[in-house]
């Protein structure tokens, strides 16, 4: 039942996300649109390579690609930080405020596949996994980073003018990405790799998208 669940988890995700795509080029302002698509292809090719992993027998092939499923060290907190300001409705804030910080993502994701050395386990049913040589810590600074955006979504949760029902949607979306992780570190959860509450997230991300109908100075 886990197997299916996850299969279908994952070409479901893959769906969405294309269709998410489309969406954001007509709804989306250009400046954002470009960036958030960008997010979102980064997405779609994590959820593709481990769909790949799940159904290769080639070793090589699998180290290769397997790489890939770390890209939600840029998309996710970068995600977060678009929603974050869409939500914020401030207008007086430039966008172009937000590169910086998903630049140190792109530096972080960067430093990872540098360091780390990486191998792969053959988990029953679901295949190719592959863990990095500093998985621990990994895994920690990426939830230390998601506590961080935890306290700047909550913070803008309080201001007046905040989108509310999508700030409250981002914080619960945050805390459960912060559980599944701690359950991945502690080897209790239901799939390999945390994939529900980026499902979560892409939710939250269709959320966004569809309050541009009445955002019209983002």
């Known amino acids: 039942m886990e197997i299916f669940m996850y299969y279908f988890l994952l070409i479901l995700m893959c769906a969405l996300i294309i269709n998410l795509i489309f969406i954001i080029r007509r709804k989306c302002p250009k400046k954002i649109s470009v960036l958030m698509n960008v997010m979102m292809i980064l997405f779609l090719i994590r959820c593709i390579s481990l769909i790949f992993l799940s159904i290769t027998n080639s070793n090589n092939y699998a180290l290769m690609i397997g790489r890939l499923s770390e890209l939600n060290v840029i998309y996710v907190p970068a995600v977060i930080f678009i929603t974050v300001y869409i939500f914020r409705r401030d207008n007086v804030m430039k966008f172009i405020s937000v590169y910086p910080y998903i630049a140190v993502f ?66 619960m979306s ?24 980026e499902f979560i997230l892409l939710m939250t991300s269709y959320y966004t998208v569809s309050t541009f109908k009445k955002i019209k100075n983002v």
Not at 138 to 166: D, H
Not at 175 to 192: C, D, G, H, N, T
Request: charged content about 15%; overall charge neutral; proline content about 3%.
């Open 106 to 171: 792109a530096v972080l994701f960067g430093v990872e596949m540098y360091f780390s050395k990486y191998s792969l386990k053959i988990i029953k049913q679901f295949g190719f996994v592959i863990f990095s040589s500093n998985e621990l810590i990994e895994n920690f600074i990426f939830i230390t980073v998601l506590v961080f955006l935890e306290i700047i979504s909550i913070k803008v949760l309080l201001e007046p003018r905040s989108n509310k029902a999508g700030m409250i949607f981002l914080i």
């Open 174 to 197: 945050i805390i459960l990405m912060i559980v599944e992780r701690f359950l991945f570190i502690y080897e209790v959860s239901v799939f390999p790799l945390p994939v529900i509450s």
